[in-house]
């Protein structure tokens, strides 16, 4: 059975353990890993990047997974372009997971509470960044004068008005307890279905989360009290309640993570 992941993001600069990160992103096996380390231990980082620079840190129990920054200028000196993400990387063993989706999908609800249209990243990367919504914008010269590929992604806002307090009826095909059909390790916490007759943007049914039972069922008749958001997937997961009432967002997300841990998403409720 998939253990459940207590991964959470924290901020290097209010965290009160920095000696203890700070040795960790200094393990990093690559050169700018290194560097951010050297700036870290300098005190010279928000200088280079910003006053109000974050080093985002994505955490489990104590161990580092993957970390970038979170920053009002980067490699690439535009003052209209802001803010950045820079400096990402993901330890070699936690790797193929999207571990770095997470702190993408954290940079994103930043730049969105700050008011932002866009988010940009710096890179000589290709075809990654495209796995987590970002789409190629342009070439430009990096501080070096070295020519760097920018990605840009959309801040959206999405409107579900018309789906949101709907009621709903559906097909559980992955019970409570059960087991993902293309993950053995992952158990279903909750059961998982589909909403008869109504089409996501994958083409098939759409998908939901039920809540208001803690035993397997066959179907389901519910009011959607959220939309999860996907930012980097062609389809929305409804989160339906058997009885109608409310739960908490953070309870949602808790409950959703097993799957979405994986993907970039916000939620709307």
């Not at 959470?8 to 965290?15: L, N």
Request: aromatic share 14%; net charge negative.
């Amino acid at each position: 059975m998939m253990n459940r992941s207590l991964m959470e993001v924290i901020d290097y600069f209010t965290s009160d353990k920095k000696d203890h990160w700070l040795a960790e992103i200094q393990k990093s096996d690559w050169g700018v890993g290194k560097y951010l380390y050297e700036l870290l231990r300098d005190q010279k980082l928000k200088e280079l990047c910003g006053g109000s620079t974050k080093v985002l840190l994505l955490v489990d129990n104590g161990e580092l997974l993957s970390f970038c920054t979170y920053a009002k200028q980067d490699d690439v000196r535009e003052p209209s372009l802001t803010p950045w993400v820079g400096f990402v990387y993901t330890f070699p063993k936690h790797r193929g997971k999207r571990r770095m989706g997470k702190l993408l999908e954290y940079a994103y609800a930043l730049a969105k509470n700050d008011g932002h249209k866009h988010i940009y990243i710096s890179t000589c990367e290709t075809g990654l960044y495209e796995k987590y919504g970002y789409n190629f914008w342009k070439l430009m010269k990096d501080v070096g004068g070295e020519d760097s590929r920018i990605y840009r992604t959309d801040i959206v806002t999405m409107d579900y008005s018309n789906v949101l307090g709907s009621m709903v009826h559906g097909t559980i095909d992955r019970p409570l307890g059960s087991v993902h059909p293309g993950n053995p390790e992952m158990i279903y916490p909750i059961n998982y279905g589909y909403v008869d007759g109504v089409f996501a943007g994958d083409g098939a049914e759409q998908d939901v989360y039920i809540f208001g039972t803690d035993q397997p069922i066959t179907t389901f008749s519910g009011k959607v009290i959220g939309v999860y958001h996907r930012l980097n997937d062609s389809e929305d997961k409804w989160i339906v309640s058997l009885d109608g009432k409310n739960v908490c967002a953070d309870v949602i997300r808790n409950s959703i993570s097993f799957q979405e841990q994986f993907f970039m998403g916000e939620l709307y409720v």
